[in-house]
């Protein structure tokens, strides 16, 4: 499988979000997402992040996670 040309967009949102906090919510990770105009694909694996508060690890192995469970993690990358 070859990469995306959106290979690496979704750790660059985890990267610009945490750039000055320690913690996001779920609703601000949708909304800076949104602004980013991500990808139908990309928006499909935040929008299955549950409801609550995240640190960088705890948002990065959801997003891994869903990122695993559609075989996308070649295709997209996953993120750090």
Request: net charge negative.
């Amino acid at each position: 499988m070859l990469q995306s040309d959106e290979y690496g967009t979704l750790q660059r949102l985890v990267d610009a979000l945490f750039a000055e906090r320690r913690h996001v919510a779920r609703v601000e990770v949708i909304g800076f997402a949104e602004i980013c105009d991500l990808p139908a694909d990309l928006m499909e694996i935040v929008l299955l992040l549950p409801p609550g508060s995240y640190t960088r690890q705890r948002l990065c192995d959801q997003m891994n996670s869903a990122l695993a469970g559609h075989g996308w993690g070649l295709l997209y990358g996953t993120v750090q």
